[in-house]
């Protein structure tokens, strides 16, 4: 165990890293705060600091006058549907890639690995053209499908894959068993930690991506969340308890998912950024 | 030759290596991840180059004109109000996104039971969308009745101001990410092995300063460079959070250029000039970040 010494000035570089932590979320309460206040309460000087009594007409009133819960659904299926198509499309990528001698196996990987030089904003107007000539402008699948580009989800699973036992594999190819059986009925389950924490952060990834939304969604009522709470604002002017009513609303899963799987989530993100 | 003769184990050879396989089971594997690769990934970027030069609208229909995009950007005021506007924001954010982030982590390693909770508090905003940060961020600076000018006592319209919509956005940008530097800092401190700073203690290196100079700072290089790294990459394509914040105002003294090559495309229209754009984006993206990796490879392995 390591000695931890207990001085007056650790004691104030503890103090002062908790103030700037507190400092640091006070926006994010200030937001649930105003939420959860009527509009008069927000304009008083000084501040009202705690919401007497805490009201939720703000959200009633956000649920009943815009297409959030639509946008809540849009987004749902269309953050699940990247997750689990990524998930598989990479798992069986990186297993054939790391278990499989074929020719070419490497110029393949490097291949993948080059895609992490183009940068994502850059290629929007082609993949508009792109989608639009699919007639994929303002559906589902025009939101998802240039978002199951992870090349880096390859490279994590293929990390993993490398470290198996070989024996595992073998033993299992003796008894006749089929690589798509090894992979989803060995690999898969040995390697669920790496694959829940990928699973969070893409979820996440998917949920807060805001741009590729934006470009391919053109009509309200298919807009992703992130996408739809910036129309709240000219939806009925500026009504500050109404737009963070839907920001509270729109950071609630990914907010809800961080508090459960907070070791998973930065897991992940560690992960995705090249760092194990 | 598509088949490789099977080795026993007694080989010794890396067996994964040289077993059986069929060529379906590796097509069937692999197609569909190199599907999406090539034509979400790959076509998209070969496109950008082939349709800066033509004048294609938004729906890909014109025809090839040679450089001239590429003559009309060079004198386009607007593009390079644009690129100075992003590289001021990149000034602003790179090195204090990531200076901040290695403070904070610092302090953090150095607390006790409440770490997790700090980490968490500091790595919340990190997990939030951008429309949702922000909205609040417009709410908290607001001219008249945002608590940061009450507690403060200015009276700045912050996003709409000349001088400081900028260094607000950036402000913004820095609150909102540095939870992931300080992620990355913390997993790059916590790897340094404690005998370290043990070792320099006995040999009578004086306090917190002189270790962090001769053991922190060279050891965390290497994450260092890497924060340093995908910040500037992901910086040069800022476009929400000016977009939101600001909408590239007042007078435009705030577009970047992911924002102009989106008001070009979708607003006006100009689907090859704006892909014009895009390529010249993506070519300073490449320089500057294969220029980066080497000065800073170079720095960190004297």
Known sequence: MRRRRFSASSAVVTAITVAIAVVWVFPVYWALNTSLSVDTQTVKIPPVW????????????VIANTAIIRWYFNSVVTSLAIDVLVL?????????????????????????LAGFMIPGATNVVPLFMFLNRLNMVDTYLGVILPQLVYPIAVVVYKQFFDQMPQELGDAARMDGASDFRILFTIFLPLNLGITWALAIVL???????????FIIIASTPMMTIPVG???????????????????????LPTAILYLIFQRRVTQGVAITAGIK | MTQVPEQTKADRRPSRAGRRFSWRTVVVLIAPFTVVYLAFLVYPTVRVLMLSFTNSDIAGRGSFVGIANYAHLLKDALFWASLWHTVYFILLCVVPNTAVGLIFALMIVRLGRLRSPVMAMLFLPYILPVSVVTQIWLWVLDTNYGIFNYLTGTKLNWFQDPHWAMPAVAFVTIWWTVGFNILLFVAGLQSIPQEYYEAAA??????????????TWPL???????????????????????????????????IVTIQYMYIQAFQLHHGGYATTISMALFVLILVSSLAQIRLLRFRGNP
């Open chain 1, 88 to 112: 598989f499309l990479t798992m069986m990528c990186a297993y054939a890639l790391s278990q499989i001698a074929f020719r070419g196996r490497r110029a393949l990987f490097v291949f993948f």
């Open chain 1, 203 to 213: 979820f996440l990834f998917a949920w807060n991506n805001f741009f590729w939304p």
């Open chain 2, 202 to 215: 006995l040999d009578g290196a004086s306090g917190g300063l002189q270790a962090f100079r001769y053991i």
């Open chain 1, 50 to 61: 705690v919401p007497s009594p805490p009201i939720l007409d703000s959200f009633k009133y």
């Open chain 1, 229 to 251: 709470i910036t129309q709240v604002q000219s939806w009925y002017g500026i009504a500050y308890p109404r737009i963070m009513a839907s920001a509270v609303l729109a950071a």
């Open chain 2, 220 to 254: 965390v290089w290497p994450v260092t460079s890497l924060v340093l790294v995908l910040q500037l990459i992901a910086q040069w394509q800022i476009f929400n959070q000016v977009y939101l914040l600001t909408n590239g105002g007042p007078y435009n003294s705030t």
